[in-house]
C-alpha cells in the first residue's frame, strides 16, 4: 500500500486568508451543459470552455464531429450571450476567459474564429475578456503573428526564450493524468504528491496561471487541487465548485482555545450504588458531527469521549419527525413525547409534571444552569407549563413559582435588572453562589454572547454544584450548553466548535464532581441535532476541521447519549429520548 501524504492532510484554514486571489473555476466541456455559458457564467466560473469544428465556412460546437447540431453556433452559443452579458451591464468575473478548443484543421479554424470576431468588437476590445485557443493551435513561434486579443493555452514545460511568445500564453494546461490516477476521493500518495506538486512549481516558473485538465471531479480534489496553487480549478459542475471554494474559508476552522482532558477515576462507574444526585448536560443541537468534530479540533480527544457508558436517543416529537428543543426539552423533562413548541404540556394543553416537581416531593433541591435565557425552550421544560415557547411572561410567572432552587443563565435587558424574580434572590456575581445560604437563588450572565468559550459555563456549573451540595439534600441539576445549536443553525463551525470546548469544559466540573461524591450520576446528550453536520476533511496536528452542513435547520438525527457514575449502564441502548425521565426515575428507585 502506498504512504498517503501527511502534509495533504494538514491543510490549513489560514492558506485561504493569506491567498490574494482564490482559484478561477474553469468549466470544462461547457457546451455539455443544460444551459451552456449561462449555467457557469451565473455560478461565478470565471472560464469556460468550448469545443469548435470548422465544417464549411461554420463553426460548430460540440465534443466530437458526429455530434454536431448545426443549430449549436459558435456565435449562438458563446458570442452572442457574452456580447448580452455587455449590453444588459451585467456583473462578471474579471478577467473572464473563453477557452476554444479548436478540433479540427488549426490554421482554418483560427482564421474562421477571427473573422467572426470582427462582427463583436464589444468581445475582442474588452480588457475583461480573454480569447484563449487551445487544443490544435499553431505552432509556438507563430503565436505572435496573430491579433492582440488572441491569446494561447500552453501544453507544454519547455523553455521559452522569446518573452513575444510568452506574452501570447495566457495560461499553462497539462493532463493530470500523465502524472497520477488519482480519482479524487481519499487522499494523494506521497509519491504522486511531490511529483504534481513539481510540476506546478514548474508551470509557474513561466509566470503563467496553469490548469490540470482530466481531473477527478469532487469536492476533495477541488480543495486539494486549489491549496496546491493550480490557478483554474477544472469542473463540469461549476455551480457546486464555486459554491464550495468560495464558502471553504466560512467552513474551515482552527482551534486555539482547548479544554483540558479530565480522566475519570471510574471508581463507582456501573456500580450498583445508591444514586443519590443527578446531573443532565444538555448540549443543544450537539449531535455525534458535532461531539466529533470538537474532539478532533481539540487534540483529538475531551473529557466526554473518555466515558464507557454509550446510547443513542431517537428524537422525533409527538407530531413531527424533526424535533425543536421545546418538544425535546419537554420529553426529557417529563417522560412523555410532546408537540413542537410546547412546553412541560401535552398535546391537547394538559400539563405534565416535569422532573423537578417530581423530585421537589422526595426532597430534591433542584437547578438549571443555561448558556441561553432562563426562559428559552430547553430550560423552561424543566420548570414551566405553557402551550407555546414563545409565551415568555408566562414562562417566567412559571420559573417564580417553581420548585427550583437555583438558576444561572444569560440575561436579557430586563431581567438583568431584577433583584428578585418570585422567591429567587438575583446575586451580582457568580462567584456568590457556591457560598449562598440563601434558599432560591437566581444569577444572570451579562449579554448574548458566547460565554462558555470563556469558561464561565463551567464556572457556573463549579459553583452551582457547591451551592447545591451545601444544602445536605438530594439535587437535580440540569446543565444546558445553548449555542451550540446557535451555531449550527448558522452553520457556523468555529462557532460549534468553541462552544463545544466550552460545554466539554463543563462536562468536566460534572466529572470531577461525581469523583468526589461517588453517589453522583451525570448523564449528557443533546436534544436534537442541528446543521445536518458531517467532516469532510481536517488537519489534525493543527487542530483544524473542515465542516460542510446540509441544512440551517434540526434535523431527524439520532443523538449520543453518555453517563458515568452509579448505574451508568443503565442508559447504554436506543431508545426514545423521553425514556432518559423514566431511567433516571429507575436509578433513583423511583419507580411509577
Given at each position: 500500500?502506498?504512504?498517503?501524504?501527511?502534509?495533504?492532510?494538514?491543510?490549513?484554514?489560514?492558506?485561504?486568508?493569506?491567498?490574494?486571489?482564490?482559484?478561477?473555476?474553469?468549466?470544462?466541456?461547457?457546451?455539455?451543459?443544460?444551459?451552456?455559458?449561462?449555467?457557469?457564467?451565473?455560478?461565478?466560473?470565471?472560464?469556460?470552455?468550448?469545443?469548435?469544428?470548422?465544417?464549411?465556412?461554420?463553426?460548430?460546437?460540440?465534443?466530437?464531429?458526429?455530434?454536431?447540431?448545426?443549430?449549436?453556433?459558435?456565435?449562438?452559443?458563446?458570442?452572442?450571450?457574452?456580447?448580452?452579458?455587455?449590453?444588459?451591464?451585467?456583473?462578471?468575473?474579471?478577467?473572464?476567459?473563453?477557452?476554444?478548443?479548436?478540433?479540427?484543421?488549426?490554421?482554418?479554424?483560427?482564421?474562421?474564429?477571427?473573422?467572426?470576431?470582427?462582427?463583436?468588437?464589444?468581445?475582442?476590445?474588452?480588457?475583461?475578456?480573454?480569447?484563449?485557443?487551445?487544443?490544435?493551435?499553431?505552432?509556438?513561434?507563430?503565436?505572435?503573428?496573430?491579433?492582440?486579443?488572441?491569446?494561447?493555452?500552453?501544453?507544454?514545460?519547455?523553455?521559452?526564450?522569446?518573452?513575444?511568445?510568452?506574452?501570447?500564453?495566457?495560461?499553462?494546461?497539462?493532463?493530470?493524468?500523465?502524472?497520477?490516477?488519482?480519482?479524487?476521493?481519499?487522499?494523494?500518495?506521497?509519491?504522486?504528491?511531490?511529483?504534481?506538486?513539481?510540476?506546478?512549481?514548474?508551470?509557474?516558473?513561466?509566470?503563467?496561471?496553469?490548469?490540470?485538465?482530466?481531473?477527478?471531479?469532487?469536492?476533495?480534489?477541488?480543495?486539494?487541487?486549489?491549496?496546491?496553487?493550480?490557478?483554474?480549478?477544472?469542473?463540469?459542475?461549476?455551480?457546486?465548485?464555486?459554491?464550495?471554494?468560495?464558502?471553504?474559508?466560512?467552513?474551515?476552522?482552527?482551534?486555539?482555545?482547548?479544554?483540558?482532558?479530565?480522566?475519570?477515576?471510574?471508581?463507582?462507574?456501573?456500580?450498583?450504588?445508591?444514586?443519590?444526585?443527578?446531573?443532565?448536560?444538555?448540549?443543544?443541537?450537539?449531535?455525534?458531527?458535532?461531539?466529533?468534530?470538537?474532539?478532533?479540533?481539540?487534540?483529538?480527544?475531551?473529557?466526554?469521549?473518555?466515558?464507557?457508558?454509550?446510547?443513542?436517543?431517537?428524537?422525533?416529537?409527538?407530531?413531527?419527525?424533526?424535533?425543536?428543543?421545546?418538544?425535546?426539552?419537554?420529553?426529557?423533562?417529563?417522560?412523555?413525547?410532546?408537540?413542537?413548541?410546547?412546553?412541560?404540556?401535552?398535546?391537547?394543553?394538559?400539563?405534565?409534571?416535569?422532573?423537578?416537581?417530581?423530585?421537589?416531593?422526595?426532597?430534591?433541591?433542584?437547578?438549571?444552569?443555561?448558556?441561553?435565557?432562563?426562559?428559552?425552550?430547553?430550560?423552561?421544560?424543566?420548570?414551566?407549563?405553557?402551550?407555546?415557547?414563545?409565551?415568555?411572561?408566562?414562562?417566567?410567572?412559571?420559573?417564580?413559582?417553581?420548585?427550583?432552587?437555583?438558576?444561572?443563565?444569560?440575561?436579557?435587558?430586563?431581567?438583568?435588572?431584577?433583584?428578585?424574580?418570585?422567591?429567587?434572590?438575583?446575586?451580582?456575581?457568580?462567584?456568590e453562589v457556591r457560598n449562598s445560604k440563601k434558599d432560591k437563588i437566581g444569577f444572570f450572565m451579562p449579554g448574548k454572547t458566547s460565554s462558555s468559550t470563556k469558561n464561565e459555563l463551567a464556572r457556573a456549573t463549579d459553583n452551582a454544584l457547591r451551592f447545591l451540595e451545601n444544602t445536605n439534600k438530594p439535587f437535580f441539576l440540569m446543565v444546558e450548553g445553548a449555542k451550540i445549536d446557535s451555531y449550527a443553525h448558522e452553520n457556523d463551525i468555529g462557532g460549534v466548535i468553541s462552544e463545544g470546548i466550552g460545554f466539554d469544559k463543563a462536562i468536566t466540573e460534572a466529572l470531577k464532581f461525581a469523583d468526589r461524591n461517588t453517589g453522583t450520576l451525570v448523564i449528557i446528550t443533546a436534544d436534537h441535532e442541528t446543521g445536518g453536520l458531517t467532516i469532510p476533511q481536517g488537519n489534525f496536528e493543527k487542530n483544524e476541521i473542515e465542516g460542510d452542513f446540509t441544512t440551517?435547520?434540526?434535523?431527524?438525527?439520532?443523538?449520543?447519549?453518555?453517563?458515568?457514575?452509579?448505574?451508568?449502564?443503565?442508559?447504554?441502548?436506543?431508545?426514545?429520548?423521553?425514556?432518559?425521565?423514566?431511567?433516571?426515575?429507575?436509578?433513583?428507585?423511583?419507580?411509577?
Amino acid at each position: 500500500m502506498k504512504k498517503i501524504a501527511p502534509f495533504l492532510l494538514l491543510i490549513s484554514s489560514t492558506l485561504f486568508a493569506q491567498n490574494a486571489i482564490q482559484p478561477r473555476i474553469h468549466s470544462h466541456n461547457d457546451y455539455l451543459q443544460n444551459v451552456p455559458f449561462w449555467k457557469a457564467f451565473s455560478a461565478g466560473a470565471s472560464s469556460i470552455e468550448a469545443d469548435v469544428f470548422l465544417v464549411g465556412d461554420s463553426l460548430f460546437i460540440a465534443h466530437t464531429e458526429k455530434e454536431i447540431d448545426n443549430r449549436r453556433s459558435l456565435e449562438r452559443l458563446y458570442f452572442e450571450p457574452l456580447q448580452e452579458v455587455f449590453a444588459l451591464g451585467l456583473n462578471h468575473p474579471k478577467p473572464l476567459q473563453l477557452l476554444i478548443d479548436i478540433k479540427s484543421k488549426p490554421y482554418a479554424t483560427l482564421d474562421a474564429i477571427i473573422k467572426v470576431l470582427d462582427r463583436y468588437p464589444s468581445i475582442r476590445e474588452n480588457d475583461g475578456i480573454t480569447i484563449t485557443i487551445s487544443g490544435n493551435r499553431p505552432k509556438p513561434l507563430e503565436y505572435p503573428n496573430y491579433p492582440d486579443y488572441i491569446f494561447f493555452d500552453h501544453q507544454s514545460l519547455d523553455a521559452i526564450e522569446n518573452p513575444a511568445i510568452l506574452e501570447k500564453i495566457a495560461l499553462i494546461s497539462l493532463s493530470f493524468r500523465n502524472f497520477s490516477e488519482w480519482n479524487g476521493k481519499g487522499r494523494l500518495t506521497t509519491e504522486d504528491y511531490e511529483k504534481v506538486s513539481v510540476i506546478i512549481e514548474k508551470a509557474h516558473a513561466f509566470e503563467k496561471p496553469f490548469r490540470f485538465w482530466a481531473t477527478p471531479d469532487s469536492k476533495t480534489a477541488w480543495k486539494v487541487f486549489s491549496d496546491l496553487g493550480v490557478d483554474f480549478v477544472n469542473t463540469d459542475m461549476p455551480f457546486d465548485c464555486v459554491q464550495y471554494l468560495n464558502t471553504l474559508p466560512d467552513r474551515y476552522y482552527r482551534n486555539t482555545e482547548f479544554s483540558e482532558i479530565y480522566r475519570p477515576i471510574f471508581a463507582a462507574d456501573g456500580t450498583y450504588q445508591a444514586v443519590e444526585n443527578i446531573i443532565l448536560m444538555i448540549g443543544d443541537g450537539n449531535g455525534l458531527a458535532q461531539i466529533s468534530a470538537t474532539a478532533l479540533a481539540n487534540k483529538g480527544a475531551l473529557s466526554l469521549t473518555q466515558l464507557k457508558s454509550i446510547g443513542f436517543l431517537k428524537t422525533q416529537s409527538a407530531d413531527d419527525f424533526t424535533t425543536d428543543s421545546a418538544g425535546a426539552g419537554t420529553a426529557l423533562a417529563t417522560g412523555k413525547k410532546a408537540p413542537n413548541r410546547a412546553i412541560g404540556n401535552d398535546g391537547e394543553g394538559n400539563r405534565l409534571e416535569n422532573i423537578t416537581e417530581l423530585l421537589a416531593k422526595k426532597g430534591f433541591v433542584s437547578g438549571i444552569i443555561t448558556t441561553d435565557e432562563i426562559s428559552g425552550a430547553t430550560p423552561s421544560s424543566f420548570y414551566a407549563h405553557r402551550q407555546d415557547r414563545s409565551m415568555s411572561e408566562g414562562i417566567m410567572d412559571d420559573l417564580a413559582k417553581s420548585p427550583l432552587s437555583l438558576f444561572i443563565s444569560t440575561a436579557n435587558p430586563t431581567n438583568l435588572k431584577q433583584n428578585t424574580i418570585g422567591d429567587f434572590s438575583i446575586l451580582t456575581t457568580l462567584d456568590e453562589v457556591r457560598n449562598s445560604k440563601k434558599d432560591k437563588i437566581g444569577f444572570f450572565m451579562p449579554g448574548k454572547t458566547s460565554s462558555s468559550t470563556k469558561n464561565e459555563l463551567a464556572r457556573a456549573t463549579d459553583n452551582a454544584l457547591r451551592f447545591l451540595e451545601n444544602t445536605n439534600k438530594p439535587f437535580f441539576l440540569m446543565v444546558e450548553g445553548a449555542k451550540i445549536d446557535s451555531y449550527a443553525h448558522e452553520n457556523d463551525i468555529g462557532g460549534v466548535i468553541s462552544e463545544g470546548i466550552g460545554f466539554d469544559k463543563a462536562i468536566t466540573e460534572a466529572l470531577k464532581f461525581a469523583d468526589r461524591n461517588t453517589g453522583t450520576l451525570v448523564i449528557i446528550t443533546a436534544d436534537h441535532e442541528t446543521g445536518g453536520l458531517t467532516i469532510p476533511q481536517g488537519n489534525f496536528e493543527k487542530n483544524e476541521i473542515e465542516g460542510d452542513f446540509t441544512t440551517h435547520d434540526h434535523t431527524g438525527m439520532m443523538v449520543p447519549i453518555f453517563a458515568y457514575g452509579p448505574q451508568s449502564g443503565e442508559f447504554q441502548g436506543v431508545y426514545e429520548n423521553n425514556e432518559v425521565f423514566h431511567k433516571i426515575l429507575k436509578v433513583l428507585n423511583m419507580q411509577e
